[in-house]
């Protein structure tokens, strides 16, 4: 059982071959490190799902679940 909030949450579009990180509330208490990795998931999920030769990667962050 994870007792932890989640950090983030990857969703793939095939149709438009896009790959969305989107940064969730367990974000909180992210370090440097975790950043670091999501980032690094993200991008190899990416080019794992799209074969794509280069890759634009842009944040988005829901205010809204971290209480803004």
């Not at 370090?31 to 670091?36: G, M």
Request: charged share 15%; hydrophobic share 40%.
């Amino acid at each position: 059982m994870m007792d932890s909030a989640p950090m983030y949450s990857i969703s793939y579009h095939k149709p438009e071959r896009l790959v969305r990180l989107t940064w969730l509330v367990g974000t909180a208490g992210m370090t440097n490190q975790d950043f670091k990795e999501t980032l690094e998931t993200c991008l190899n999920t990416t080019a794992l799902l799209t074969r794509a030769s280069t890759t634009c990667l842009t944040t988005r962050i829901a205010l809204t679940s971290v209480g803004f």
